[in-house]
């Protein structure tokens, strides 16, 4: 069985403030990849990033980053320089890589303040 | 632009009636779709994995006779509420994928309120 816990439910942070969404999960698999995704309140989700639980590399893009950690099976992800924008709900998510039924975590909503 | 259509965005209908929630790929062909639903303020939980040709897979405690799933085409999943009820409310969304492609597309989902 696969789960992906988001510990944090909410987080509010003030504008231009760093923001690190946790996000630790289990699986059997030894192929699997792992994802965040974005939901702002109109509700659709936005894609953020996908790893491959091969590459540990951490990732960069733009305020948007990734800490990838196998050896705790974690994958955090950190907005850099906060803006309202931003404010959303976060999910972790994982799928097995045979398998394209992604498990969600519960989400973090994040609330930017100017 | 959107890959991935769902129509209605939302829609509110008596008890008892059914509705229909479509789910279209819009530039490649989707073998297999998924559905899933969000209750308020709570994460995605898949219900079913719909396969193009053949019928669907329910995912444990999921009613199929509730929440019927045709994916008669290649571009097109709907799901059906049967009978709904007042707490068959909730945010639906679909994704799709097609052979060779390894990211998920997600529709913009769909509100039921159900009065």
């Known amino acids: 069985a696969q789960k992906v816990t988001q510990a944090q439910t909410e987080i509010s942070v003030v504008e231009k403030e760093d923001v690190t969404l946790d996000c630790v999960y289990e699986t059997r698999d030894t192929t699997y990849y792992l994802f965040w995704y974005k939901q702002p309140p109109s509700g659709e989700l936005v894609f953020l990033i996908r790893r491959n639980s091969f590459d540990e590399q951490n990732e960069i893009s733009g305020r948007y980053s990734w800490n990838f950690q196998k050896s705790t099976s974690s994958f955090n992800f950190t907005i850099t320089a906060s803006q309202v924008v931003d404010s959303a709900v976060y999910f972790c998510a994982l799928r097995g890589a045979n398998d394209y039924k992604l498990s969600f975590g519960a989400g973090t909503t994040v609330t930017v303040r100017a | 632009g959107a890959v991935v259509s769902q129509h209605p965005s939302w829609v509110i209908c008596k008890s008892g009636t059914s509705v229909k929630i479509e789910c279209r790929s819009l530039?490649?062909?989707?073998?297999?779709m998924f559905w899933y639903r969000q209750f308020p303020k709570q994460s995605l939980m898949l219900m079913a994995t719909s396969n193009e040709g053949s019928k669907a897979t329910y995912e444990q405690g999921v009613e199929k006779d509730k929440f019927l799933i045709n994916h008669a085409s290649l571009t097109l999943s709907t799901l059906t509420v049967t009978s709904a009820h007042p707490e068959d409310s909730s945010f639906y969304i679909c994704s799709a994928i097609s052979g060779g492609r390894e990211k998920l597309f997600f529709g913009s989902g769909t509100q039921l309120s159900v009065l």
């Open positions: 530039d490649f062909q989707a073998t297999t």
